[in-house]
């Protein structure tokens, strides 16, 4: 929390009043941050210092200059801006080569080669229109953080603040200082580049989709009892699977198939615990640890359309992964 971390910081302690409008935001501002660094590490990051450095001069802080959520926003916006200086486009395996034809995954790549997953309660709010609710889910999408990672950082700020979040050209123009001219050129050139970045396809997730429900059973089921063949058939003949850190990625029922066969990276005995990661269906793969029990193994998402998974993508990194979305089942 913002008063617990700036206690420690500055040595001080501060009344709650400034921490109280403050930690309201904190949810928004994550959204905002995992959509432009596409991490959830690093926005998590993002949002604590925008947090620290807002309660440090909130004295300053003039509300006949602009709303609060303007000021927070400003904030977040230049600390983003900043940790895009000197890092590369984050992206999915898909876009860093060709699907792999043989034996081997090779070696693993550094973490922030790869767009990261972020948990749902992080980045979403659960208020408001059920219809809006399903729109940003779209929006942190593997797939569409992705496609962001595309655009140049400010244009990438002018898209979500403009078509995700729905700000108006004018408060986009006060936040980043410049003109409705300027905002509304960024934006066009943003929404161009995006009609030419090759988007996966795959649906937000939808508790109440009965199509949605039954698949993810049957996957659930046919993945626990280890049956390929069953697995498989809920698979689109063209569907991919991923498994970060490392670039090795398959397309193709046949492929995938083949990789789930290998006895050498059996899935057998494994368990999938539902959780709540990048507004998809997502789950916690589990395999048995030696003195009883599971242990993660890697969180699993997966694109769904019309009844069949198009895409499955495994981040192997567990432990560091469960430090942001807590043990499986909590």
């Known amino acids: 929390m913002v008063g617990r971390v700036v206690e420690t910081t500055v040595g001080t302690s501060r009344p709650d009043a400034e921490t109280s409008r403050l930690e309201p935001f904190?949810?928004?501002?994550?959204?905002?941050?995992?959509?432009m660094l596409g991490s959830g590490f690093e926005a998590e990051d993002a949002v604590q210092e925008t947090l620290v450095r807002a309660w440090r001069s909130f004295d300053r802080y003039d509300e006949r200059r602009?709303?609060?959520?303007?000021?927070?926003y400003r904030i977040a916006t230049n600390i983003c801006l900043d940790m895009l200086r000197s890092t590369q486009?984050?992206?999915?395996?898909?876009?860093?080569?060709?699907?792999?034809?043989?034996?081997?995954?090779?070696?693993?790549?550094?973490?922030?080669?790869?767009v990261q997953p972020v948990p749902d309660g992080a980045a979403l709010s659960t208020h408001g229109d059920p219809e809006e609710l399903v729109?940003?889910?779209?929006?942190?999408?593997?797939?569409?953080v992705a496609a962001l990672q595309h655009l140049p950082p400010r244009q990438r700020a002018v898209l979500i603040l403009r078509d995700v979040l729905c700000w108006r050209a004018e408060e986009v123009a006060e936040l980043l200082e410049s003109t409705v001219g300027s905002v509304t050129s960024a934006l066009q050139r943003a929404r161009a580049t995006l009609r030419t970045v090759d988007r996966a396809p795959g649906e937000p997730f939808r508790s109440a989709d009965r199509t949605?429900?039954?698949?993810?059973?049957?996957?659930c089921d046919a993945f626990?009892?280890?049956?390929?063949?069953?697995?498989?058939a809920l698979l689109h003949e063209d569907a991919t699977m991923s498994m970060p850190p490392f670039r090795f990625w398959l397309r193709g029922r046949d492929q995938i198939?083949?990789?789930?066969?290998?006895?050498?990276?059996?899935?057998?005995?494994?368990?999938?615990?539902?959780?709540?990661?990048n507004g998809s269906p997502a789950f916690w793969q589990l395999r048995p640890a030696p003195g009883g029990g599971y242990l993660p193994f890697g969180l699993l998402l997966l694109d769904v359309v019309d009844g069949l998974v198009v895409g499955v993508t495994t981040f192997l990194d567990a432990d560091r992964l469960v430090t942001l979305f807590g043990q499986p089942g909590e």
């Open 257 to 277: 198939r083949l990789a789930l066969l290998d006895p050498n990276a059996s899935c057998a005995g494994a368990r999938l615990v539902p959780v709540a990661a």
């Open 89 to 114: 486009r984050r992206a999915l395996a898909m876009d860093l080569g060709p699907a792999a034809e043989g034996p081997g995954i090779g070696v693993p790549a550094p973490e922030r080669v790869f």
């Open 66 to 72: 602009g709303s609060l959520r303007t000021w927070l």
């Open 224 to 232: 626990e009892r280890h049956d390929v063949e069953a697995l498989v």
């Open 135 to 144: 729109v940003r889910r779209e929006t942190i999408r593997l797939a569409f």
């Open 212 to 219: 949605q429900r039954d698949l993810l059973a049957r996957y």
């Open 26 to 35: 904190r949810t928004e501002l994550t959204g905002y941050c995992y959509r």
